[in-house]
């Protein structure tokens, strides 16, 4: 052996790890790939053994580029890569082991692993066949034996290969869940979505779906899920239908309120008391909040400015009564005429009763 080689160890996560020479025939095992670097040659050795898993193999093509950029003293002219059993004589040299020793302690390593490997290859179909079946917690469980076997054998990177496959699966279980928790939620809202819109309350359905969007539309692309879609194009159908339907009667309503307000006449209680208990239904449809806010609002004031006159007119009729008790009866009749013209008796303004 070569007395200053320098020797790495790949780690699943890319790193590496040096190994001491001493202990350099221990790691020529089935799942390991080492590094073997010559100062004088600067030749750099990348020996794979047979059953190094795909998640290792995928980091070799960045191995020399790794150890440059970790080890600048290392000068790499040339890399060499090297399956196990196709060890050229010049590597066995430089390694300091016997091609017949090499190939006995690797053989020896596959006759008594050869049970566990099989095994493991056997666990290994289930998991695939139960991942493909969408049966995510049976494809967890065996991935969990297979954990145990490869830690048995010193194996990290199917150990690791199989802890990104269970998160993996717990992610699609849990996406799974979601998806039959929408699915659910979907078939009953939508039944009682087409309830709400039989009896006009459109708010209501409204409402509905936009719950079950605001609470998944962050975890969850609604629009791929079928029921979902369907709930969704009625509520957008409804609010299209209602937005064509309600706009002259929204536009009328607004129409009559600045005309009322605009108007040099004397508040007209009946024309408004009509008009308020006309809309009064007419305006839980809405799906326009603003309108029914200002509905609303001079239902208010209908009501104070109601309130303020019927106060008035009992204030002025208390003090005309008392003028008539005590024999003042043109100031009895001075107030009642400030009461007429209050109430306005004619054809054109009516109270509201």
């Not at 830690?151 to 990177?157: E, R």
């Not at 929408?182 to 039944?191: F, N, Q, R, S």
Request: charged fraction near 30%; hydrophobic fraction near 35%; charge should be negative.
């Amino acid at each position: 052996m070569s007395s200053n080689i320098i020797i790495f160890k790949l780690n699943y996560s890319g790193s590496f790890e040096e190994v001491a020479q001493e202990s350099l025939v221990d790691n020529f095992t089935l799942f390991n790939v080492l590094t073997i670097y010559v100062p004088h040659q600067k030749h750099m050795y990348i020996w794979i053994g047979k059953r190094v898993s795909q998640s290792l193999k995928s980091h070799i093509p960045q191995i020399r580029s790794a150890i440059a950029r970790e080890h600048p003293e290392l000068q790499i002219l040339r890399n060499i890569t090297i399956e196990s059993g196709l060890e050229p004589p010049e590597f066995l040299e430089i390694i300091g082991i016997e091609e017949n020793i090499l190939k006995s302690n690797i053989k020896e390593l596959e006759i008594k692993l050869l049970p566990v490997l099989s095994e493991i290859n056997r666990l290994k179909s289930q998991v695939d066949h139960y991942f493909i079946s969408n049966r995510y917690e049976e494809a967890i469980m065996i991935a969990q034996k297979i954990i145990t076997l490869a830690k048995g054998i010193n194996d990290d990177s199917l150990e690791q290969d199989q802890i990104n496959f269970i998160i993996e699966a717990r992610s699609r279980a849990r996406a799974t869940e979601i998806l039959q928790e929408i699915e659910t939620l979907c078939k009953e809202a939508t039944m009682k979505f087409d309830q709400f819109v039989k009896v006009e309350k459109y708010q209501n359905a409204h409402k509905l779906v936009g719950d079950i969007k605001q609470k998944y539309e962050n975890k969850y692309d609604l629009s791929t899920i079928p029921l979902a879609q369907q709930l969704l194009l009625k509520d957008e159908n409804m609010v299209y239908r209602l937005k064509i339907e309600q706009e002259p009667i929204i536009k009328g309503i607004e129409n009559f309120l600045s005309s009322f307000e605009k108007s040099s006449d004397k508040y007209n209680f009946k024309e408004m008391k009509d008009f308020l208990e006309r809309k009064r239904n007419v305006s839980q449809h809405f799906l326009d909040d603003k309108i029914k806010f200002k509905l609303e609002q001079e239902n208010d004031r209908y009501h104070r400015i109601r309130e303020d006159l019927v106060n008035e007119v009992s204030q002025l009729s208390s003090v005309a009564i008392k003028n008539m008790d005590s024999g003042e009866l043109s100031k009895s009749l001075e107030i009642f005429e400030k009461i007429v013209q209050k109430l306005d008796f004619d054809d054109k303004y009516r109270k509201g009763e």
